[in-house]
């Protein structure tokens, strides 16, 4: 069996391909192939499976260039917007994904990046380093707390409800929520309580973090209208996908004081930044880096090994997504 893996990735699930005897060939230079090079690579192939990243874009004539023999795509990501699924089912191919072993860490980048904003710890941070702290003052670099106040979640899936857990049993807060369906359980484990209408999450929640994944119905759900309704003093933070919200409309809002802070892992046109962005310092950026931790990102490379390695031993992948 052959595989072909994008680009190079933590070590172990190479490992697990290595030891069932495939043969693993890794994109030999550290960078994203560019469509041409990725479909030539796979055409000239003949590869039985392929690990591919949130970077690469696997539309219909990338798969076709896989060919009929490949078995499965197995994507190093929980997310899967850069995959045409129709495409996939419709030529028999498998498609997977990695939840699961990325919540805990996605789960405390959006939290770090909430205390962040509130805390105003990267501009704290900027302020001392340039040798601008000339003694305590009382008035220095004001923020805001995060107990007891209510956090918004939108999209209750593993990764929001486990920052729900941090919010309520590490800080005292409300959660509110909106997904598309309701789950009682988690209401009664955490007090929490569903809107129906995610622009009540909007008006309500003095943090709003975003954990739904990129859909048609779900690109611009933070927009202008949005942000209007936010309170003045409300954070967003944003680990999921950038296309969900607006980024043009959010650095206007940042800029014109409509809402207090923002906190982004993910953008728009990745890796480009909207405009003026850069410029803010009511927000705080990180470079799609909430799943990157050493122990995520190799427990990432077992389950896409092990994904691969059921679809090629024909059994059902743990992950596949349908
Ligand atoms: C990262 O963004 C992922 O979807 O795993
Ligand atoms: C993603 O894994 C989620 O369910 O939030």
Redesign the pocket.
């Known amino acids: 069996m052959k595989i072909f893996i994008t680009r190079a990735i933590p070590s172990r699930g190479l490992e697990l391909l290595q030891q069932k005897g495939y043969k693993v060939t890794v994109n030999p230079d550290d960078r994203v192939l560019t469509k041409d090079e990725l479909t030539t690579a796979l055409d000239a192939g003949g590869y039985d499976a392929v690990l591919c990243l949130?970077t690469d874009k696997i539309d219909a004539g990338v798969l076709d260039a896989a060919g009929k023999q490949c078995k499965i795509f197995a994507n190093y990501?929980?997310?899967f917007d850069n995959i045409d699924m129709k495409a996939a089912a419709e030529r028999g191919i498998l498609i997977s994904n990695?939840p699961g072993v990325?919540t805990d860490s996605v789960a405390e980048h959006a939290f770090a990046l909430m205390l962040a904003a509130a805390h105003r710890i990267p501009e704290s941070d900027r302020f001392t380093r340039a040798g601008k702290y000339h003694g305590w003052e009382p008035m220095l670099l004001l923020g805001t707390d995060m107990v007891k106040k209510t956090l918004g979640i939108v999209g209750l899936g593993r990764i929001g409800s486990r920052v729900a857990h941090h919010a309520v049993r590490g800080f005292d807060m409300s959660v509110i929520y909106y997904d598309v369906k309701r789950n009682e359980d988690f209401e009664k484990e955490f007090n929490a309580s569903f809107h129906e209408n995610v622009d009540d999450v909007f008006r309500e929640a003095d943090f709003i973090s975003i954990h739904v994944p990129l859909l048609e119905t779900t690109r611009h759900l933070v927009n202008a209208e949005q942000l209007a309704m936010m309170k003045k003093t409300a954070i967003l933070v944003n680990t999921s996908r950038g296309p969900i919200v607006d980024e043009a409309a959010l650095v206007e809002a940042l800029k014109n004081k409509t809402i207090r802070g923002a906190a982004l892992d993910v953008f728009e046109r990745e890796p480009a930044l909207a405009p003026g962005l850069a410029d803010l310092d009511n927000v705080i950026l990180t470079p799609?880096t909430?799943?990157a931790t050493e122990e995520t990102r190799q427990a990432m490379s077992v389950l896409a090994a092990e994904n691969i390695i059921a679809a090629l031993e024909g059994r059902e992948p743990p992950n596949v997504i349908r």
């Open positions: 949130l990501a929980v997310g990695t990325l799609h909430a799943s």
